[in-house]
């Protein structure tokens, strides 16, 4: 039994062909994402949501070619954003990315930001109703914004949804709805409903705030090639993701890839210093985001290489370099922050203790790793104060290549550990969501045996 699972990005649109009863992934497809649309404001980040449309249905229709036993179509993709929609799944406005920042626009009232504005109208609740999800780069500032500008007067009565299940809607030509793995930073995480009192005080109950629902709601149905397929409604693509990991209740996830988070399953709404999401099995998410990884890893080694004579340097090689002369330096006192982008970590970003003899890649990258392992094991402390996971889940391209990082957290956790089988956890995490559709499992956490 097949599925066609879609993985919707900024930067790419992927795909594959995933068996739910062999639980094989196969023709793994990528197509590069729309480009920013032009803007002249440099806080703005939109892109048309007709292309990313044409996008998906290019590699859907690649997909379907191959599996002549496609029995769905399965979608996940970024939470925040938004598109607003008619009923029918058309497209009303261009899709404002997570990445925009207009609502950091100072207010036209004067020294003071849009997003400063609704957070004084939103006070203390923010932290509660949204899972301490209270950002300028989700749906509530991006309608305040257009509330402000008086843009929202044009669209009242349009369904605000996120960018996947826009796709989703127009796919099936259906009415738009949200799975509630995609309402964070929008869902009251008590009630599990949009906070209506806060929507009527910000004057956005005119909006035609979709129905929530869970993954196994058919949205619609998608006709190509003489076929007609079920279409799913999409997940957020944090949550597919460590469901692909196999994530149980009492293990503490690390992912460390381009960006980093730390996670753990929880019931409890209670809230602390970090973020409360939607999960799957009717539980919640408690996160850590934002993470210095694999981009702030990225920044050095662009340093490192840009020099002439190691520009001819595949990629894969420097990376491979990176860590084997970290693994080659038993000991470094040279220090790093790595907190060179706004996150998790206070920044700003540093180099320090450097000197003739330590000045090497090896000391660099192996201070990188340590000082790696102190965010993990400072950020998971704030996470569970109790310390009362049962082993470290480790995913993630560079969790995954690099046993000396893998080794380092889990010293500083005492704790044991297991990585996750697969490299593409958006993928694997929709072969477990098909498999639970398809009725071969009951749950999407692993039952405890």
């Not at 598109?83 to 009232?109: E, F, K, M």
């Not at 409604?233 to 993701?241: I, K, L, N, R």
């Not at 084997?324 to 038993?330: G, I, M, N, R, Y």
């Not at 907190?339 to 090497?360: H, K, Q, V």
């Amino acid at each position: 039994m097949e599925f066609i699972a879609i993985d919707i990005g900024t930067s790419f649109t992927k795909g594959a062909i995933v068996d739910v009863e062999s639980q094989k992934i196969r023709n793994i497809s990528r197509r590069m994402g729309s480009a920013k649309l032009a803007s002249a404001d440099p806080f703005f980040f939109e892109l048309s949501p007709a292309d990313v449309l044409h996008g998906v249905t290019e590699v859907i229709g690649k997909l379907l070619s191959s599996s002549a036993n496609c029995c769905g179509i399965l979608m996940c993709g970024q939470m925040g954003g938004l598109v607003l929609c008619d009923g029918d799944g058309s497209a009303r406005s261009n899709y404002i990315s997570w990445l925009d920042r207009r609502a950091t626009n100072i207010h036209p009232s004067g020294g003071v930001t849009y997003f400063d504005r609704l957070a004084a109208e939103v006070g203390d609740r923010s932290c509660h109703i949204c899972g301490n999800e209270f950002r300028p780069g989700l749906p509530l500032s991006f309608l305040y914004y257009l509330r402000e500008t008086g843009q929202l007067d044009e669209l009242q009565g349009t369904v605000p949804v996120t960018l996947p299940d826009y796709v989703a809607a127009a796919l099936c030509n259906s009415r738009p709805v949200m799975e509630w793995t995609s309402t964070a930073g929008t869902l009251d995480i008590v009630s599990r409903k949009f906070p209506q009192n806060l929507l009527r005080e910000l004057r956005l109950d005119q909006l035609d705030w979709p129905e929530i629902v869970d993954f196994r709601h058919v949205v619609g149905e998608y006709k190509a090639a003489g076929r007609s397929l079920p279409v799913y409604a999409p997940t957020g693509d944090h949550q597919c993701s460590l469901a692909g990991t196999l994530l149980s209740q009492g293990e503490l996830s690390v992912n460390v890839s381009t960006g980093s988070q730390v996670s753990m399953l929880t019931s409890s709404t209670d809230v602390g210093e970090f973020q409360v999401r939607p999960y799957f099995d009717g539980l919640l998410l408690k996160t850590i985001t934002n993470i210095p990884a694999g981009r702030a890893l990225t920044a050095i080694m662009k340093l490192l290489t840009e020099i002439p004579g190691r520009d001819n340097e595949s990629s894969a090689q420097a990376w491979d370099y990176l860590f084997q002369q970290a693994k080659l330096t038993p000991t470094t006192d040279a220090g790093v922050n790595l907190a060179f982008f706004p996150g998790a970590i206070e920044g700003p970003g540093s180099f320090t203790n450097l000197r003739e003899d330590n000045l090497t890649v090896g000391h660099i990258a192996r201070a990188s790793l340590e000082q790696m392992a102190d965010y993990y094991e400072l950020l998971a402390g704030r996470l569970a104060p109790a310390k009362d996971w049962s082993q470290l889940v480790f995913s993630g391209g560079i969790a995954q290549q690099s046993s000396l990082l893998r080794e380092l957290v889990a010293d500083r956790l005492q704790s044991e550990y297991r990585t996750a089988t697969s490299s593409e956890d958006a993928l694997y995490g929709m072969m477990v969501l098909g498999r639970v559709v398809s009725g071969l499992s009951e749950s999407v956490v692993p039952v405890a045996e």
